[in-house]
């Protein structure tokens, strides 16, 4: 009888399947198994596995049938374990080494506890290291969940009996089943989940894996888990997804009209959003300057506020009617009494600029630029914005709080026919 089961839900992930098997089979000192279930993929997944089921004989199980979506293949997998402690981990993810003995270990020292985590690093493709995953301890308060999810999914390890409690993951939710799961742990078990401090799991992030292919359903699921569990969601959940929709747009996103694209996200989202969070079209221009200045072929990367990093893009799509001048409406509100130096790449040549215009103002307070373009009908321009000096405003005595590297500060971005 192993000591540990570990499932690993899959669907159409045959370049990573093999490397996170393989996380899984090289854990030293334990006695595991690895219960794979497999939506009917379609890239020769069920192929890898039953070669790989070949050099793990008795040690790999694996299924392959439709199913309900990732928390149904994680309850599918739950139900065929064998183990007291089960793992999970998903197929594009990666053990590191000693991870599940480490994990064994703690549950053995700690009888009580029935649950541990650790701490997880999110990495791309190639595996090289994206930043450590803002995992939390163990006591922290519920309603600080209300912020996000302090627990990096691959790096915990349950017993049976915490699994029995609980029940299924809900298969309702496609993206935050994970988060609402631990939710429901923490609640259940108050000051019996503890935490191994080494980094247990490499979370890999990409293109299509749930958490970057799916930003706007994270969004709308995440405030319902928190409006269940925790409390009336606050609106930085959407604001966040504003943010990240509005840097991919018009391309390679594109929202169509942002604003009424935004609205509609939180029209869906009001029953579970916290009072005081944007309800009009007016509301939400307002909480988010780059809603303000964004049209159906253009998108100028701000914070919400409105400040701008000393590097920012200018994302652009002609008309069939091309326009001609790009005017910015700005301020040099920075602390310091210094000019503000600007370059702006990406513009027309045809006056034999090389594309490139160079500029800025020496007097705090407002000013503009016109700028040329390209003139090519279709065209995807995207103009690089850089200012000099940047600052932090809590190093410049401005908000204590806010240590963001900012330069400049955008109100208007106004497009003109020739």
Not at 46 to 62: F, K, N
Not at 271 to 281: K, S, Y
Not at 388 to 405: C, I, K, W
Request: charge should be neutral.
């Amino acid at each position: 009888m192993p000591a540990l089961s570990v499932v690993m839900p899959t669907r159409n992930q045959a370049a990573f399947i093999d490397s996170a098997v393989s996380s899984v089979m090289s854990q030293a000192d334990v006695a595991l198994e690895l219960v794979v279930a497999d939506g009917a993929s379609t890239d020769g997944t069920q192929a890898l596995l039953a070669a790989l089921a070949t050099r793990y004989p008795g040690r790999l199980h694996w299924v392959s049938e439709p199913d309900g979506g990732p928390a149904d293949a994680v309850n599918r997998a739950m139900a065929r374990c064998r183990a007291p402690v089960i793992g999970w981990l998903n197929s594009d993810d990666l053990y590191t080494p000693g991870a599940a003995a480490r994990a064994l270990a703690a549950l053995s020292a700690h009888p009580d506890w029935v649950a541990v985590y650790g701490e997880g690093e999110h990495v791309d493709l190639q595996g090289r290291s994206l930043g450590t995953y803002p995992t939390r301890p163990p006591d922290t308060p519920l309603t600080a969940w209300a912020d996000g999810c302090p627990i990096c999914q691959p790096t915990m390890f349950l017993r049976r009996e915490a699994i029995a409690a609980l029940g299924p993951l809900d298969t309702g939710l496609r993206t935050a089943f994970d988060y609402e799961y631990w939710l429901r742990l923490w609640k259940a078990f108050p000051g019996r989940i503890g935490q191994v401090p080494e980094v247990q799991a490499l979370s890999r992030l990409h293109d299509d894996g749930i958490t970057l292919r799916m930003r706007r359903q994270v969004a709308l699921e995440g405030v319902q888990v928190v409006a269940r569990h925790v409390c009336p969601a606050p609106a930085h959940w959407l604001v966040t997804h504003v943010c990240e929709a509005l840097a991919r747009h018009p391309f390679p996103a594109d929202l169509g009209e942002p604003t009424a694209s935004m609205q509609a996200l939180f029209d869906e989202a009001a029953p579970w959003l916290a009072p005081g969070a944007p309800r009009t079209p007016s509301q939400l221009r307002a909480a988010h300057r780059g809603l303000q200045m964004a049209g159906a072929d253009h998108a100028i990367d701000v914070f919400p506020d409105g400040w701008c990093a000393p590097r920012t893009a200018l994302r652009l799509r002609q008309p069939a009617a091309p326009w001609r001048w790009l005017r910015l409406w700005a301020r040099h509100a920075a602390p310091h009494r210094g000019p503000l130096r600007l370059r702006v790449d990406g513009l027309d040549d045809s006056a034999g600029s090389g594309g490139t215009w160079t500029g800025g103002t020496s007097t705090p307070g407002t000013f503009s630029v016109l700028l040329p373009l390209p003139q090519l009908p279709g065209a995807e321009l995207t103009l690089r914005i850089t200012a000099e000096p940047g600052f932090v405003p809590a190093h410049s005595g401005m908000n204590p709080q806010d240590t963001r590297l900012v330069a400049w500060r955008v109100d208007a971005v106004e497009l003109l026919a020739p």
